[in-house]
């Protein structure tokens, strides 16, 4: 079992345990809860499955990032996303995702 034991709990639960004010309805996929600090490296040193790995990738807020890269590439991107059914950024966050999950 990798180091992720998964959980389902109301936020109201969850945060009721953490001892935090506030939450909502939301239905929140708890991780361990000792392991909330953990990063990449550490999944990668403890040999986390790929399962793991993604659920931890997915987990944090959206931000938004400027890549440099010439336009054929990022048309090339856009047709393939399209191809796919979905959106340039979605496609490029499966992408990283696949990447950082390979080999395991």
Do not use: W
Request: proline share 2%; aromatic share 6%.
């Amino acid at each position: 079992m990798g180091p992720f034991t998964e959980k389902a709990m109301t936020s109201q639960v969850y945060c009721k345990t953490m001892g935090i004010d506030f939450f909502t309805n939301n239905v929140l996929h708890i991780a361990n809860i000792g392991m909330v600090n953990m990063g990449y490296a550490d999944l990668l040193r403890k040999d986390a499955s790929a399962t793991d790995i993604r659920e931890f990738l997915v987990s944090g807020e959206q931000t938004a990032i400027t890549v440099r890269i010439p336009d054929t590439l990022r048309d090339a991107a856009k047709e393939a996303a399209s191809l796919k059914g979905t959106s340039l950024s979605a496609y490029v966050r499966e992408c990283l995702i696949k990447e950082l999950t390979n080999d395991r």
